[in-house]
């Protein structure tokens, strides 16, 4: 019987892979270089590398759950292709008429902007045809003019095509329709529909997210069929699932009908694992730092879950699915140093990536980068991987010293401008999940996880005077493991707008069980019996003139009148958290019903955490020369595996293992607890 559980995340450096054998509960950890030109060799050769660590077969896979980025990357770059958009007769510029903001905040930007359209203005169609709000017909749907657009759609070569009638999130049946007479005169086309994608309203939104889902969709089928297909080679028949950005996975199969949910699906994992790992060392809201080779993503974790957004972006484009609300900048090991037109030092966000990489990979890089620079102050070994990867130091120091000297520095001061800007970088990230949402970031403990994650944890420490910085085992494997802790999820949502003084229980009763109908629907589709399902409910909520929601908990429960009433207080409560006021008791200020959401949750077991043995005492395995900002000195070198529960290093001093390091800078320490966590606190303070 299979019993192996395989977490792959792909990265833009690395591949990483985690796997637990569900009867012994052995785990097992792996990275290999990522290969962008083909991911999918990467995967499997990261595949074939945990199964020899744990001398197992194909055969013995039980399930493979799989983090990507192709959905990002290709929304991240702009590459979404030649897009057809068909919406509702007169509404042909909704993509132009947009949402305005201000991108770079007040103080940095003087103009009101909108995003760049997704689709051109020349292929754009409209349909007559008219819904009203609450899905009643007006106008007849017009099928010549459906017919006709997908003529012009299918002579000029479009075969990627979003449809987006108004007010079909109430009545789906004019975009069915629609989707009909693509199928009938474009067979070739691949075609997304609001009601499919998105049934809530705002159409601008709602027609992005659609448009979306369609550029995503053939990379994203290719991707996931071609590792099916090489899953094969293994095994017949391994379920293979996908992280979605709401925190939860979905099969491969039921990935076709809703890529765009995988738009955050690495960073997702990210955020889950820490959770997890945050929760069993004592500490349930934490702030939580993935760092990559390309970017670094921050979350926060409230009462151990990630918060989740549904007003989220992937590059300049907004979807509003449910997502773990992750903000992502570009200071990865591979971001690149360089001058501006000014002469001043940047960093990031431009990326050396897995290939060419930085200049000490030896692989045709030709600008330092921040891995560079920590391998010139010796804060991590000359090498990766346990030794897979060696490292130059001649090459990130002669690249660094030409840098250094248009600045009039040292090569070390040089580089250790690098990793200063860096870090800064990431706390303005965390910033942006805390500062900006009423917390206070002093509040929290950082995990901190990635390749890289950890390099910078001191410095972060003081900039941000965090409570201290905890760094799980094999923190470059994080993402990967935590794809083994997720459940099946599926999100549904429909408009209902109503006053809560004249709410209808029975017509919310009802659009909760049509909802809850179809997320059970889907849970069957992937395997799961009807006692194992769970259903959460969830409503948007606002003050009636209010532009945006915000989303409480409904329970458990027949739908009624003090059931309601129940959801319109916490809704009072939430809104008091977030904004500081509320009109609670205020009978002038009316309370409005917006969206009502059901999630579908099939639960998997999770591995069971690492335990450490007893600490015996530190040891250091050896020293090296390491430069911490103050000069170079002799600094202990420990080796993490080493170490056990309650041993404790002070800084200067660097731990290693196989996929990262951790600097402990002087005037820090870290400790080991009982799940083998390093708990890194500043021991005085400077």
Not at 366 to 376: K, N, Y
Request: proline fraction near 6%.
């Amino acid at each position: 019987m299979p019993l192996i559980r395989i977490g792959i995340d792909t990265g833009g450096t690395f591949t990483d892979v985690v796997a637990v054998d569900e009867e012994t509960g052995r785990q097992a950890s792996t990275k290999t270089p990522s290969t962008p030109t083909d991911p999918a060799e990467g995967f499997m050769t990261g595949v074939r590398k945990i199964l020899a660590l744990l001398d197992a077969r194909g055969q013995d896979v039980a399930a493979v759950v799989h983090g990507t980025t192709v959905a990002t990357n290709r929304l991240l770059e702009g590459k979404v292709g030649d897009l057809g958009f068909v919406t509702t007769e007169g509404y042909a510029h909704v993509l132009e008429i947009a949402r305005q903001s201000v991108p770079d905040g007040y103080g940095n930007s003087y103009f009101w902007v909108k995003p760049p359209r997704i689709v051109p203005a020349d292929l754009v169609r409209t349909v007559g045809g008219r819904l009203a709000y609450d899905g009643s017909e007006l106008r007849p749907f017009d099928a010549d003019e459906a017919v006709a657009a997908a003529r012009f759609f299918r002579d000029r070569g479009i075969t990627t095509i979003g449809v987006c009638f108004l007010h079909s999130y109430a009545n789906p049946e004019h975009e069915l329709r629609m989707r009909d007479v693509l199928a009938r005169e474009h067979p070739d086309a691949v075609v997304s529909i609001s009601a499919e994608v998105l049934r809530e309203y705002r159409e601008y939104e709602r027609s992005v997210t659609t448009l979306v889902d369609a550029a995503v969709k053939p990379s994203i089928a290719r991707y996931v069929g071609a590792i099916a297909a090489r899953l094969a080679e293994i095994a017949a028949d391994v379920p293979f699932y996908v992280m979605k950005s709401n925190g939860g996975v979905l099969s491969a199969d039921e990935v076709a009908r809703q890529p765009i949910s995988t738009v955050l699906s690495g960073p997702a994992a990210g955020a889950l694992g820490a959770a997890v790992v945050a929760e069993a060392a004592g500490f349930g809201s934490v702030l939580t730092l993935d760092g990559g080779g390309t970017s670094t993503d921050v979350a926060v974790v409230v009462d151990g879950h990630p918060a989740l957004t549904t007003e989220g972006s992937v590059g300049a484009y907004p979807s509003k699915i449910p997502m773990i609300d992750v903000v992502t900048v570009g200071a990865g090991g591979g971001s690149v140093a360089w001058l501006s037109p000014e002469g001043t030092l940047k960093v990031g966000p431009r990326s050396a990536g897995a290939d060419p990489g930085p200049l000490c990979y030896g692989s045709g890089g030709a600008e330092p980068t921040v891995t560079d620079a920590h391998l010139l102050l010796g804060r991590i070994p000359p090498h990766l991987l346990g030794g897979e990867i060696p490292l130059d130091v001649t090459a990130a120091r002669d690249g660094i010293a030409a840098l250094a000297a248009s600045l009039g520095l040292s090569a070390e001061r040089c580089a250790e401008g690098i990793l200063e800007i860096s870090a800064w970088n990431q706390a303005n990230a965390l910033r942006q999940v805390t500062v900006t949402r009423g917390l206070d970031v002093r509040d929290f403990h950082l995990v901190s996880f990635g390749g890289s994650g950890s390099l910078l944890a001191c410095r972060l420490v003081d900039v941000l005077g965090l409570a201290g910085v905890l760094v799980p085992p094999d923190p470059g494997n994080l993402s990967a493991y935590g794809l083994l802790t997720v459940d099946v999820r599926n999100d549904y949502v429909r408009t209902a707008v109503a006053r809560h003084a004249v709410l209808d229980p029975g017509a919310v009763a009802k659009t909760f069980d049509d909802l809850t109908a179809e997320a059970s629907a889907a849970l069957e589709r992937e395997g799961f019996p009807e006692p194992a399902r769970r259903f959460v409910r969830t409503a948007d909520l606002r003050y009636f003139g209010q532009a945006y929601e915000v989303r409480v908990d409904v329970p458990d429960g027949p739908v009624t009148a003090a059931l309601a009433d129940t959801v319109a207080a916490a809704f009072h409560a939430a809104h008091r958290r977030l904004y500081g006021y509320d009109f609670a008791g205020d009978a002038r200020q009316e309370v409005e019903w917006v969206n009502l959401r059901v999630t579908g949750v099939g639960p998997i077991a999770r591995p069971a955490l690492r335990t450490a043995p007893p600490g015996t005492g530190a040891t250091p395995r050896t020293t090296r020369r390491v430069d911490f900002g103050a000069g170079w000195a002799d600094a202990p070198i420990y080796d993490r595996a080493a170490l056990g529960a309650g041993d404790t290093v002070t800084g200067p001093a660097v731990v290693e293992e196989f996929g990262s390091t951790v600097p402990v800078h002087p005037g820090f320490r870290a400790v080991v607890d009982d799940h083998a966590n390093l708990l890194i606190t500043r021991e005085v303070v400077a």
